[in-house]
């Protein structure tokens, strides 16, 4: 589950001190702080107040990072992507999602639910698709970085947080959904971008979804 994905260094203004070598002393260690923090799991700068009625809907699967297993990586191959999701009587979202060889066969369906833990803080949810290949991955967060509702969401998710509060960089992945697969403006491509690094992926490591049409008209979504 792809979905199923940025480095921002945020720059601190660090105090002056009477002595130069001192100060770039501080500056240096300021610096490299400041890297570090940026990346924290807990700091990644999410969606404010996500709007769940606004954001279900149908998504098309548009940009992926690849997963690290190459097993589980060939099982979960994407071409022709999309979700669904429907708000719940729980608070979080039920997900239909199809895609040609997506949970290994042709035009699948994978049916999921998106949980909201603390609903303060709706855009730290976490997924799960009911599916041989689902139930091997389990539950993983399915965090929303920036979206803007009309044109693309950004999803990232951490397969394995550090003991210093930082996500493996091997088992961090992003993906982007949009509302249609067709290109972007330039202007929320690089919105996209921004978002990315500010979430300390590398936007050049997302391959592109591509969309051929195999499962229109037999999906239902």
């Not at 404010?48 to 979960?76: C, V």
């Not at 394995?160 to 992003?174: I, L, V």
Request: glycine share 8%; with cysteine; charged share 25%.
């Amino acid at each position: 589950m792809k979905l199923e994905s940025i480095i921002a260094v945020i720059f601190c203004f660090l105090e002056l001190s009477s002595a130069r070598s001192v100060e770039r002393k501080r500056s240096a260690n300021g610096a490299k702080s400041s890297r570090k923090q940026s990346c924290l799991l807990l700091e990644l700068p999410l969606q404010e107040n996500l709007n769940l009625k606004r954001f279900e809907g149908k998504w098309y699967g548009t940009l992926k990072t690849g997963i690290g297993d190459s097993l589980l990586s060939y099982f979960t191959e994407i071409y022709d992507a999309r979700i669904r999701f429907k708000i719940n009587t729980e608070g979080g979202f039920d997900l239909n999602a199809v895609g040609s060889k997506f949970y290994g066969g042709w035009c699948p369906k994978g049916r999921g639910k998106a949980v909201i833990p603390d609903k303060d803080y709706p855009a730290r949810m976490t997924m799960f698709f009911d599916t041989t290949i689902g139930r091997k991955i389990g539950m993983k967060p399915g965090w929303i970085l920036r979206t803007d509702y009309d044109n693309y969401a950004i999803l990232y998710s951490c397969w394995k947080e550090q003991t210093d509060g930082h996500c493996d960089p091997a088992s961090t992945y992003a993906a982007v959904i949009q509302r249609s697969p067709k290109p972007l403006t330039p202007s929320k491509q690089a919105e996209i971008e921004k978002a990315l690094k500010s979430a300390c992926v590398d936007s050049r490591k997302l391959s592109p979804v591509n969309h051929y049409g195999y499962c229109t008209g037999h999906d239902g979504l």
